[in-house]
């Protein structure tokens, strides 16, 4: 990645980049790049909304009163990459609760962050449900799928790509 930011014309996918804690009980983070093995990686806001209709009103009113995102991911097992590795454990050992929780951060490589050379970024804590930890047709690569589901709200930040270091956005200031 350079270090010119390319604000023009269509975002692409290689320009939304997506690091995952493969480190979660650490005191520090480990991010590493979602990428190596990886097909798709599919974000869902799946808003909630309420509608309402009242008796004194001829048409009804709907407004949007939160989310529930989650992202879905498809990749093949690459045993040597860390993020695959990382979640296909988490399959394996049929993990649940906080042992199948981490951090995910999503970069948008062509917005300036509050410095030069940081970019724009959100922190985001998730559940990883593993559907698929490894398995698939024979003489075929393996499947890892799965989704990451938000657990609250993300944390807007400073991603430096050089150091693999992310600021929240009230400590970057």
């Known amino acids: 990645m350079s270090d010119e930011l390319n604000k023009t014309g269509i975002a692409t996918r290689d320009e939304l980049l997506s690091y995952l804690n493969t ?15 990886f097909n798709d990686l599919t974000e869902a806001l799946n808003p909630i909304r309420k509608d309402s209709h009242y008796i004194h009103q ?14 879905s991911f498809e990749a093949e097992l690459d045993k040597a990459d860390p993020v695959c590795t990382f979640i ?6 049929r993990k649940t609760g906080s042992e199948c929780e ?21 922190k985001q804590r998730i559940a990883i449900l593993a559907d698929n930890p490894g398995s698939g047709k024979g003489g075929e690569s393996l499947a890892l799928t799965g989704s990451f589901l938000y657990k609250g709200d993300p944390v807007k930040g400073d991603f430096d790509p050089k150091t693999k270091t992310f600021t929240e956005a009230s400590a970057a200031a």
């Open 23 to 37: 480190t979660a009980t650490a005191e520090a983070p480990t991010w590493n790049l979602i990428g190596q093995g």
């Open 58 to 71: 001829k048409n009804g009113t709907s407004s949007v009163t939160g989310y529930a995102p989650e992202s």
């Open 88 to 93: 296909a454990d988490i399959g394996r050992g």
């Open 102 to 122: 981490t951090d995910v951060l999503i970069v948008y490589t062509w917005i300036q962050g509050s410095d030069a050379g940081k970019l724009l970024a959100y």
